[in-house]
């Protein structure tokens, strides 16, 4: 995770900036070290973890949160499908 703030803090200043992560990543500490450096971290919804999802209506209000989660389901599918049928490991 280290790397990844690294590489994202050398993006050009843009009005609006966004990153996608795994769901693993939907913790406290990780959301506000994205909100300080002004991107909005989008990462799907941890409700199962103790304390539930650091997520809150900042990011799930908006239009495009819900495109995104929808269009990473889409994205994720052919690599579960290879995975387990496909016998790609």
Known sequence: M???KSLLVQLPSM???TVGVV???DTAGFIEDFRAMNIT???AQN???PGGSAIDGRTSRHEGYTVSQKTRKRVEEP???SKTVGLIR
């Open 47 to 49: 409700s199962n973890r």
């Open 23 to 25: 769901k693993n990543d």
């Open 2 to 4: 280290r790397c990844a």
């Open 41 to 43: 971290p989008n990462v």
């Open 79 to 81: 690599f579960g499908w």
């Open 15 to 17: 009005k609006k900036r």
